[in-house]
């Protein structure tokens, strides 16, 4: 059988396969070993580059604004997984049979998600102004003196994360919601008659048999966390004085290689961001037996 | 609480509509208003005459356009034959695949920085468009939709005399309707809304997809009025906001549907 459809198949797999790995050789595979090279290099002037073995690898252990933007890069996510609670609690109340309105609300919540960040960056800019926007505004009615978020050490950063959170609920929402749809109505119904309220299903059915889409969305929001970089250059600017103390390692890694064309320093931040995302990753999948239900 | 979590999550795009329709004076005003004083239609001409969008519009258009396209034909090619044949090496090239879609895009900036470099297209609209042709989460996307249809109809086609790339257009390729949706929807969004890679590539306004056009538009500020700048952002993410409320259940399966593969 095996050797039949060997034959059968013939030169076909090369005509199907071969358009896309021209592509994927040339614009993937060769410039991840490239990236690999140019990590243990030093780059001239004139774009020749020099084999300085560990350098780059050394000067990043001992570069105090590598940690500084891991921390940065921390925060971040940190804030951006407090999203994932809040998805759980609005998906479970969206999806309950007979919501009216379902689809408005669902609206408003999926919007944020597929907004063009540097677009709605430019309005959360005067939003977030310290002098017309809309939050101190607001924090000074009742009483509180709002601080310069855009341009304040630490604030910049919360400014950074309370966006990308908002932007990230509808992702949230739409992974839950197929999980909620995977859930058997009679598990509702059994426990109804067992004399369950709401709030003990939500607890002991709905959660737990979440688990695995939160657990997707957890391994997800590391992941996008530690690309952070469209938020800070469109929301802060690149130029923003604040920018050295809020930057995060994809910034820093954007910054040496186009700005002070450190190519071979950067290619060693981009290892740096590889290996940094494999091991939460690792991380992840490790202690998900701890927490994760799967139905079989 | 639906209700109030709702309106917090469609406020930014609300205030930015009321602002795109308002004066200067009003934008700044201490404390903020929530109804324009005026309204002002005009910031919506003035975009056209103040601010390269016209063109900048056009190249996100091009851009988004020639990503989309081939990456449906390409990467539902190569799912194809990933799926359904036999060949040396495919074990081999499907780990390579695999490798590329966990390292973070920008390890790869750098060499693909130079690549389109010497390839003489920088600041070109093919350049911009260049590595997002290919992609291997789309072609993992196909393999995992054409794996689930059912072998009979392929076999009821070479029964009747199709060759492999018959099979393929005509059968197959019609069959995976929903999966390709899903695709193109995916890229669509990723390729409208990108903004590092363009960023790096295109550095003259005119060849600038809106995304980096609108992040650079800082400079105009002072010069142009920030309603005018409100409606050239409220613009640019128009086209993309319109037809994903138009298509919302489609779009809501095809991301669940590829986050979950």
């Not at chain 1, 997800?220 to 995060?248: E, W």
């Not at chain 1, 290619?267 to 990753?281: E, R, V």
Request: aromatic share 14%; hydrophobic share 55%.
């Amino acid at each position: 059988m095996k050797r039949q459809s060997l034959t059968r198949d013939g030169w076909w797999p090369v005509l199907f396969v071969a358009p896309l790995f021209a592509g994927v050789v040339v614009f993937y595979l060769w410039p991840l070993t490239q990236s690999l090279y140019y990590s243990f290099t030093e780059w001239g002037v004139f774009g020749s580059s020099t084999w300085t073995g560990l350098d780059n690898y050394v000067r990043l252990v001992g570069d105090a604004a590598v940690y500084r933007a891991i921390i940065n890069t921390l925060v971040y996510t940190g804030i951006l997984l407090v999203g994932i609670p809040i998805a759980v609690a609005f998906a479970a109340l969206l999806n309950r049979p007979g919501l009216r309105y379902a689809m408005v609300y669902r609206t408003c919540f999926f919007l944020p998600y597929i907004a063009m960040p540097t677009a709605i960056s430019m309005v959360w800019r005067i939003i977030y102004n310290n002098d017309f926007g809309v939050i101190n505004a607001a924090l000074g009615v009742v009483g509180i003196e709002g601080p310069a978020w855009i341009s304040t050490e630490w604030f910049s950063l919360v400014a950074v994360a309370i966006m990308g959170l908002w932007m990230s609920i509808g992702f949230n929402m739409i992974i839950l919601s197929a999980g909620l749809k995977g859930i058997p109505p009679e598990l509702y119904e059994a426990t109804a008659i067992d004399g369950a309220n709401h709030w003990r299903q939500f607890r002991s059915i709905t959660v737990p048999l979440l688990t695995p889409s939160i657990f997707f969305l957890s391994v997800m929001t590391f992941i996008a966390g530690f690309q952070l970089f469209d938020l800070l250059y469109a929301l802060l600017g690149p130029a923003n004085p604040v920018m050295p103390k809020t930057q995060s390692l994809v910034f820093l890694y954007y910054d040496a290689a186009f700005s002070s064309n450190e190519k071979g320093y950067a290619s060693a931040i981009g290892i740096l961001i590889l290996l940094i995302i494999g091991l939460f990753t690792l991380v992840q999948f490790r202690l998900q037996r701890r927490w994760v239900h799967y139905v079989d | 609480m639906l209700i109030v979590a709702s309106i917090v999550m469609i406020f930014p795009f609300l205030w930015q509509i009321k602002m795109s329709l308002s004066t200067q004076a009003d934008i700044t005003s201490v404390p903020p208003i929530l109804i324009p004083t005026s309204l002002e239609w005009g910031n919506f001409a003035e975009v056209f005459t103040r601010l390269p969008f016209l063109s900048q519009f056009w190249v996100s258009i091009a851009v988004t356009t020639l990503r989309t396209v081939a990456q449906i034909i390409l990467c539902s090619m190569a799912g194809y034959a990933f799926a359904r044949m036999h060949f040396r090496f495919k074990g081999v090239l499907l780990a390579l695949l695999l490798s590329i879609l966990m390292v973070p895009t920008q390890v790869y900036l750098i060499p693909q920085y130079q690549i389109i470099q010497s390839a003489g297209l920088l600041d070109t609209i093919l350049g911009i468009a260049a590595p997002g042709l290919f992609s291997a989460f789309g072609t993992f996307l196909m393999m995992q939709f054409f794996k689930a249809m059912p072998l009979e109809l392929e076999q009821a086609a070479r029964l009747d005399g199709c060759n492999s790339w018959q099979i393929f257009w005509r059968v197959m390729l019609p069959l995976a309707k929903p999966g390709i949706i899903s695709l193109a929807i995916i890229t669509v969004l990723a390729s409208w809304n990108d903004l590092l890679w363009p960023l790096v590539v295109a550095s003259t306004p005119d060849t600038m997809p809106l995304s980096v056009g609108l992040a650079t538009l800082q400079g105009y500020q002072g010069s142009v009025d920030t309603g005018v700048l409100m409606a050239a952002s409220l613009m640019a993410m128009a086209p993309i906001l319109i037809a994903f409320i138009l298509l919302q259940r489609r779009v809501v399966e095809g991301i669940a549907h590829a986050g979950l593969k």
